[in-house]
């Protein structure tokens, strides 16, 4: 079976823009996690979705948003880019079932570059 | 708060030597551990997972690690390191919150 795909893989933008980057699940999972990695902060956890529901959010200005669609795909929009958000944006999805142990499977990731 | 503490940002080993990365959690209850490998540009492939009964835990690529509730610890062991190794090493545990909580990671170095 598929695992995640993440596109685009690379993205450059400069200061002010703003950016779309989407996350296709495996396919039976309904939870979508979206993670920031820098190697100043490592991976910060953004926000989680669930059945178009984010569920979960983590602590990021409100310039970072997602949201989640009936198929279970799911997409984080940056609005007006700083430099500090060039990072590694990691997608993981996991059946997402409440109390269940849930296990996280991970996209290649989008290198997000802000000039 | 929930936390995981990886205490060695890099550690160096020769190839064929044995290899232990250092992982401490923090959680209120019994955790869900993982750890992950990373290769240069690359996502988060999972080595292998914790959430309850036999300590040691075996996973991929030789690789083992065991839970001790008593210490908070979850390290990492391989008898024998390859070159193919080296990458980067997280630990993580489940929050409890739909969410992964991440250890700061170790980079492994392997000197051939």
């Known amino acids: 079976k598929a695992g995640v795909t993440q596109t685009p893989r690379y993205l450059i933008k400069t200061r002010g823009q703003q950016v779309t980057l989407s996350c296709s699940p495996i396919s039976g999972h309904r939870s979508v996690s979206w993670y920031q990695q820098t190697p100043g902060q490592g991976l910060q956890f953004l926000f989680e979705y669930f059945s178009e529901t984010q569920r979960n959010k983590g602590n990021f200005p409100g310039r970072f948003s997602g949201r989640q669609f009936s198929n279970s795909r799911s997409e984080m929009n940056v609005s007006t880019l700083e430099l500090g958000d060039s990072a590694l944006y990691l997608c993981?999805?996991?059946?997402?079932?409440?109390?269940?142990?849930?296990?996280?499977?991970f996209g290649p990731g989008t290198r997000l570059t802000v000039l | 708060a929930q936390s995981v503490t990886q205490p060695d940002i890099h550690i160096t080993v020769s190839e064929g030597a044995s290899l232990e990365l250092r992982c401490n959690y923090s959680?209120?209850?019994?955790?869900?551990l993982f750890w992950y490998v990373q290769s240069p540009g690359q996502g988060l492939q999972l080595l292998l997972k914790y959430f309850s009964g036999d300590t040691l835990v075996q996973g991929i690529k030789g690789f083992e690690a065991e839970f001790k509730r008593s210490q908070s610890s979850f390290n990492l062991r391989k008898p024998s390191v390859h070159w193919s190794d080296a990458a980067e090493y997280f630990c993580a545990v489940d929050g409890g919150t739909y969410k992964y909580i991440f250890g700061t990671g170790t980079r492994l170095k392997v000197l051939a």
């Open positions: 959680y209120g209850a019994t955790p869900y």
């Open positions: 993981a999805s996991s059946l997402g079932s409440r109390g269940d142990y849930n296990e996280q499977f």
